[in-house]
């Protein structure tokens, strides 16, 4: 969470993770950031590839509460103005950090193709395809529901192909708009040609028919006209807001085959223990009956064998014991 300084190598701040074959240019993610951010999802029983299912609301306890150990941890960041940080588990854990930094940050989003990215976690976490596409449309479902109109909306094509004229008509008003000078065109230029190298592009290589035939056709469906959509929008950042604003049928089907999310057999499991914990309570709540039952009859039993009448009947019983023995 370091900001860039002039003339400091962008893929070597200070306290980054390291750079990896995945990734030679760099995370541009903060170590501390990124054991938060694990932090986070694992208070909620999660991790980055199986997030919760919808957002968390961090604003109640016992999670606010969870979340006072890592204002101490972050408070240099919380005061600092001039920062830039990107960690995808933020699309999910962002909501806490209104929280944790107490105020708000600004989100620059950028949207990729739904296939590119699901190819790209196949290519390094050997995800299904179908896997891939659930997650791209649950963290943008999550981060979409943060985002206001102070934030910014890029297509990560844009990026890669450089294209002068998008990046300058939204990103230029985006860092003015937070009291950042904009950039001239050439210093875009050198950093986007010093960091995007399009050789490291894991979602080139092509699909297979074996492969692609495996691919859920109304999820990939969904997903590729969610992103057509909202590339053509006159307002890119409200269409995005509205296009994921819910889970469709097919991400939650695809979600469920894959086991994807925890939280849905946490849920199974706890629904499994409640109806359990019923039961017992009504076991318990019958034999409590039946031994008071079973105390009123000895007492019952008692007060009989006490009472006038049935000492007074005492030989008649003893004289029928003892013809009923002598009978058999």
């Known amino acids: 969470m370091h900001g860039l300084v002039t003339g400091e190598d962008p893929r070597q701040r200070r306290g980054d993770l390291e750079l990896k074959l995945e990734n030679p240019l760099g995370f541009f993610e903060s170590q501390r950031l990124v054991e938060t951010n694990d932090a986070l999802l694992g208070a909620v029983g999660c991790q980055w590839d199986r997030p919760p299912l919808l957002p968390t609301c961090w604003d109640q306890p016992p999670l606010l509460s969870a979340l006072q150990p890592h204002r101490s941890r972050l408070s240099v960041y919380a005061l600092e103005h001039s920062w830039v940080d990107k960690d995808p588990r933020l699309c999910v854990t962002y909501s806490a950090y209104l929280h944790i930094l107490l105020r708000r940050i600004p989100l620059v989003v950028a949207l990729r193709e739904p296939l590119a990215v699901a190819k790209s976690l196949h290519a390094r976490n050997g995800f299904s395809l179908n896997r891939g596409l659930v997650l791209w449309w649950i963290y943008n479902h999550h981060i979409a529901s943060q985002l206001c109109s102070e934030d910014l909306l890029l297509l990560y094509?844009?990026?890669?192909?450089?294209?002068?004229?998008?990046?300058?008509?939204?990103?230029?008003?985006?860092?003015?708009?937070?009291?950042?000078?904009?950039?001239?065109?050439?210093?875009?230029?050198?950093?986007?040609?010093?960091?995007?190298?399009?050789?490291?592009?894991?979602?080139?290589?092509?699909?297979?028919?074996?492969?692609?035939?495996?691919?859920?056709?109304?999820?990939?469906?969904?997903?590729?006209?969610?992103?057509?959509?909202?590339?053509?929008?006159?307002?890119?950042?409200?269409?995005?807001?509205?296009?994921?604003?819910?889970?469709?049928?097919?991400?939650?089907?695809?979600?469920?085959?894959?086991?994807?999310?925890?939280?849905?057999?946490?849920?199974?499991l706890q629904n499994r223990f409640h109806s359990i914990e019923n039961d017992m309570k009504k076991i318990v709540s019958s034999l409590e009956q039946r031994e008071l039952e079973c105390i009123s009859y000895q007492r019952k039993l008692k007060d009989l064998q006490n009472s006038h009448s049935w000492r007074i009947t005492a030989p008649m019983r003893a004289l029928g014991d003892f013809f009923r023995a002598a009978s058999r």
Do not use: W
């Open 157 to 268: 094509s844009d990026l890669l192909a450089f294209d002068d004229q998008s990046l300058q008509q939204h990103l230029g008003p985006f860092l003015e708009l937070h009291k950042h000078s904009r950039p001239s065109e050439d210093q875009t230029r050198a950093l986007v040609t010093t960091l995007i190298r399009p050789e490291l592009n894991r979602a080139e290589a092509p699909i297979n028919a074996e492969r692609r035939a495996l691919i859920h056709p109304l999820l990939l469906k969904i997903c590729e006209h969610t992103y057509s959509n909202i590339i053509k929008a006159a307002d890119q950042l409200i269409s995005y807001k509205e296009h994921f604003n819910s889970l469709p049928r097919e991400v939650l089907e695809c979600s469920m085959r894959d086991q994807l999310l925890p939280e849905t057999e946490v849920r199974l």
